[in-house]
Every structure is written in C-alpha cells, then in structure tokens.
C-alpha cells in the first residue's frame, strides 16, 4: 500500500519562502494524483494543488495561484509544494494525498500523509 510522508513544515515569515516534499514510499504505475490540502484551526481542510503523476498536469487553488507550485521529482517518488509569498492565510496543517484522479474532494484519496504545521508570522 502506497505510504505518503511529508516534510519542510515549520515557521516562517510573511513574505518567505517555503517548500514542503511529500515522498511516497511506492507510485503506482498508470494514472494516479498526488494533491496538497491543507486545514486551519477549526477551518475544513481543503485543496491546495494537485498534479497527475502520469502526464505532470497540474491545479493550483485560485487562493495560491501565483504563489504556490506543485511539482515532482524525476523519480515520480517526491513532489513538491513550493510556498512563496506567504501570508498568514498560509497558516495550517498541510497533508498531501494520493489517489486515482485529481479531484478537489478530500474523501476520494485513500492515501494520505500525517501532515505538517506551516504557520506564518505577521
């Protein structure tokens, strides 16, 4: 079973940087996404970005476009979320996902990562 483990949280400045990997233990062959979500305090988790595995297309959320990139790596093993830009509506836990398509609903990804805290200070 595909094992999702992030990495790169922490704190940072308003108006830093940041990147955050999420390394899959196994990518499945064929078509598969890998998404960003992330989730405030108290605030439902949402998408962030997403990319499929297989063709490198991609989804950035209008309230990071311009800001944040979605990427992986050559091995198809790792991808990233490049935070530039941030602000403190970046503040949250953010987990990256696996599954079948890239759908903007949390609950059609089996596959999730523990997460890990980004909080920007103002």
């Known amino acids: 079973e595909v094992q999702l483990m992030e990495s790169g949280g922490g704190s940072v400045q308003a108006g830093g940087s940041l990147q955050l990997s999420c390394t899959a233990s196994?990518?499945?062959?064929?078509?598969?996404?890998v998404s960003w979500f992330r989730q405030p305090p108290g605030k439902e988790r949402k998408e962030v970005a997403m990319?499929?595995?297989?063709?490198?297309?991609?989804y950035i959320s209008p309230a990071v476009e311009g800001r944040f990139t979605i990427s992986q790596d050559n091995t198809r093993n790792i991808v990233y979320l490049q935070m530039n830009d941030v602000n403190a509506e970046d503040t949250a836990v953010y987990y990256c996902?696996?599954?079948?398509?890239?759908?903007?609903?949390?609950?059609?990804?089996?596959?999730w990562g523990q997460g890990t805290q980004v909080t920007v200070s103002v």
């Open positions: 990319i499929s595995i297989r063709n490198n297309l991609t």
């Open positions: 196994e990518m499945p062959s064929g078509a598969f996404c």
């Open positions: 996902a696996a599954g079948i398509s890239c759908v903007r609903e949390p609950s059609r990804y089996p596959y």
